[in-house]
């Protein structure tokens, strides 16, 4: 009888340690505020996408979901490779990332990495609005997040302070900021240039002292941040690699909320997707491209590669393409690949 009645304190114990031991984390147990992790912040369209999110789940929720913004991943001191380690581990609750950061860990990622892998705007849509965009985010949620949807950092054209480049010789030595993915640094090296790994918050004092010459980024960042004021008198388009950015949730978070409240999340951040897509593009996509006039207009040689200058960047490229190609999954970049050449144009 006395075994029995400890059997049952126990157990009751037990009980009690468990509902101590999953506070934020039972259903309905709502956070007074969450976290979203970003690398850059508003005005940026990519700042903006996290921006348009919080506000509309704030609305929608009537302040039951009250999102935080931390730009310049500072909720991880910058250091914007371990964003989805910290976004699994709960350090993170929400982010805006974009595929290069969590390629470290997610090798698929690499996809959009590959060099000249899509040509324009609809191979971008081809890949994150078909089936290979679903496959990658089944790919996500197996990894432990809960991904929802997808925005867009951009083309990433190259600036420096040296000389116009026009092809793989104008790069020979040029020091090269590049971000903390390795085929970046492959990338770089085969085009002859010196690529040094360093993480944005880094990348901005190197610009300013000329410890380095170059970096490359979508081009709405070259003026948000007035680069031709830090000695980038040399842009070149060519269109070589985009990143798209993902809205995701860490797992527990998002399973304690509500089904009426998932869903509220998971169409805001598809609203916010759509209209930050916009917001990357503009300038870029009309005839007369408006923002590289406007970069010209800071007294910035725009120099727009034609399509022979562009295959030459292609060619030195193609052996980090076929190097990769399997590290992100052969049957992956296939897809991928026929996806693009039927895409809509
Ligand atoms: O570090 C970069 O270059 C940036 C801001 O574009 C990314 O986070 C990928």
């Known amino acids: 009888m006395k075994f029995r009645r400890t059997l049952l304190g126990l157990a009751a114990a037990a009980t009690a340690l468990a509902a101590f031991a999953a506070p934020a984390l039972a259903q309905g147990n709502y956070k007074a505020e969450y976290k979203m992790s970003l690398v850059l912040g508003p005005p940026t369209p990519w700042g903006m996408a996290g921006k348009i999110w919080a506000d509309l789940v704030k609305e929608r929720t009537q302040g039951r979901i009250n999102i935080k913004l931390y730009p310049g991943v500072s909720l991880i001191q910058g250091d914007q490779t371990r964003e989805f380690s910290a976004l699994r581990q709960g350090v993170i609750d929400l982010a805006v990332g974009s595929t290069i950061n969590w390629s470290p860990q997610v090798k698929q990622l690499n996809l959009f990495s590959l060099p000249f892998l899509m040509p324009d705007y609809a191979a971008i849509d081809a890949l994150t609005q078909g089936e290979v965009g679903k496959d990658i985010f ?182 980090v393409y076929a190097k990769w190609k399997p590290q992100v999954g052969t049957a992956l970049v296939d897809k991928a690949e026929k996806a693009i050449a039927a895409r809509k144009k």
């Open 138 to 319: 089944k790919i996500l949620e197996t990894a432990g997040v809960v991904p929802l949807a997808w925005g867009e950092n951009g083309y990433r054209e190259v600036t420096n302070s040296k000389h116009p480049v026009k092809s793989p010789a104008d790069l020979k030595g040029m020091k090269l900021r590049v971000v903390g993915s390795p085929i970046f640094s492959d990338m770089f090296s085969a085009m002859g240039a010196n690529p040094t790994q360093m993480s944005w918050a880094d990348a901005q004092p190197a610009l300013a002292s000329g410890a380095v010459d170059g970096q490359e980024n979508p081009l709405f960042l070259f003026t948000v941040l007035k680069m031709h004021t830090v000695g980038q008198k040399y842009v070149t388009t060519w269109g070589y690699v985009a990143d798209p950015l993902i809205f995701v949730v860490n797992k527990e978070v998002w399973s304690s909320w509500s089904k009426a409240d998932q869903d509220i999340v998971r169409q805001a951040a598809v609203d916010a997707g759509k209209e930050e897509i916009v917001l990357a593009r503009k300038g870029l996509v009309e005839a007369d491209k408006p923002l590289l006039k406007e970069i010209a207009g800071m007294g910035v040689t725009v120099t727009q590669l034609t399509p022979a200058e562009r295959e030459a960047f292609v060619k030195v490229t193609a052996p």
